[in-house]
T-cell receptor, first 119, second 112 residues
Framework: GAGVSQTPSNKVTEKGKYVELRCDPISGHTALYWYRQSLGQGPEFLIYFQGTGAADDSGLPNDRFFAVRPEGSVSTLKIQRTERGDSAVYLC?????????????????FGAGSRLTVL | QKEVEQNSGPLSVPEGAIASLNCTYSDRGSQSFFWYRQYSGKSPELIMFIYSNGDKEDGRFTAQLNKASQYVSLLIRDSQPSDSATYLCAVKFYNQGGKLIFGQGTELSVKP
């Protein structure tokens, strides 16, 4: 697609429920990133994929969080047993090159985000 | 965890003035540096990136990088009310793949 698409744009759920957030990157972009942003803070890195594999999942806060990208395109961030502290905007970004080049092509382009509210 | 620090502001400048936004980072092994702009309720959008010491200009924007001092800044000349937003500094650290580490952002307000 022309840009990074994220669904749903808003999700309200109850504490303890399971949530899935979807990201459809820019067509042809091999790298995909998930970030979480709380009010008044910068984006916090969660995980990034190079192709189908998770290249770095060091930002996932605990084992309730999991992400997949089975065909190297669309990715799903899954949150089990949601807690009120999980409330945030979840941002997805993609880039066209792996991360080791100092090139403008490594620029991350963000989607509009999924706002998650856990009651 | 590598760190990126920004003054959260708010920074208030009059229309037409130069706005100066600053960012420091913790690791000399940093590779490249990015400035993103984020309007309230919107996602971050790239303004510019820099990876060599010195200045890089793009229109009204100039990024300045000093790796020895671990400092990167963004200057906005002839500031406009439409520049009012949060400015995010992000760093790609060497040997950490493609991920960017973001600062907390500086809120800029340009007063007419």
């Amino acid at each position: 697609g022309a840009g990074v698409s994220q669904t749903p744009s808003n999700k309200v759920t109850e504490k303890g429920k399971y949530v899935e957030l979807r990201c459809d990157p820019i067509s042809g972009h091999t790298a995909l990133y998930w970030y979480r942003q709380s009010l008044g803070q910068g984006p916090e890195f969660l995980i990034y994929f190079q192709g189908t594999g998770a290249a770095d999942d060091s930002g996932l806060p605990n084992d309730r969080f999991f992400a997949v990208r089975p065909e190297g395109s669309v990715s799903t961030l899954k949150i089990q047993r949601t807690e009120r502290g999980d409330s945030a905007v979840y941002l997805c970004a993609s880039s066209s090159l792996p991360g080791h080049q100092t090139s403008g092509a490594n620029v991350l382009t963000f989607g509009a985000g999924s706002r998650l509210t856990v009651l | 965890q590598k760190e990126v620090e920004q003054n959260s502001g708010p920074l208030s400048v009059p229309e037409g003035a130069i706005a100066s936004l600053n960012c420091t980072y913790s690791d000399r092994g940093s590779q490249s540096f990015f400035w993103y702009r984020q309007y309230s309720g919107k996602s971050p959008e790239l303004i510019m990136f820099i990876y060599s010491n010195g200045d890089k200009e793009d229109g009204r924007f100039t990024a300045q990088l000093n790796k020895a001092s671990q400092y990167v800044s963004l200057l906005i000349r002839d500031s406009q009310p439409s520049d009012s937003a949060t400015y995010l500094c992000a760093v790609k650290f060497y040997n950490q793949g493609g991920k960017l580490i973001f600062g907390q952002g500086t809120e800029l307000s340009v007063k007419p």
